[in-house]
Each structure stands twice: as C-alpha cells, then as structure tokens.
C-alpha cells in the first residue's frame, strides 16, 4: 500500500512541476512576442526615416560619393 501511494504522490507531483513549466513557458513567449513586436515597430520606423533622407536626397540631387 506504501508504494501504491507513494506513486500515486510522485506522480501528481510531476504533474505538477511539469504544469508549473508550463505557465512559464507560456508567459516567457507572451514577454518574446512583445519584444519582436516593439523592435518590428522601431524597425519600421527607421526604415521609414531612412526613406524620408532617401527621397529628400534624391530630389536635391545629391549622391553619396
């Protein structure tokens, strides 16, 4: 019977460490999600900076020699 329950003890306990990696799992890809977001914003907005200079260079003629 000892070992019947100690099984059974085990056995919720990996269930429950393996529950417990889960959730930190999940809030560790929820935290990346929202960083490659933000950086997928900064990007674009650099690059439409970089488009801006682009075009105000091109209409003065300018290049970049």
């Known amino acids: 019977m000892f070992w019947s329950m100690l099984a059974v003890a085990l056995g919720f306990l990996g269930i429950a460490v393996l529950g417990a990696l889960g959730i930190r ?5 929820q935290r990346l ?4 977001a933000h950086t997928t914003q900064q990007i674009n907005r650099v690059a ?17 020699r």
């Open 25 to 29: 799992v999940f809030i560790e890809a």
């Open 33 to 36: 999600g929202r960083q490659v």
């Open 48 to 64: 439409e900076d970089l488009e801006r200079a682009a075009t105000s260079l091109a209409r003065a003629g300018e290049t970049l």
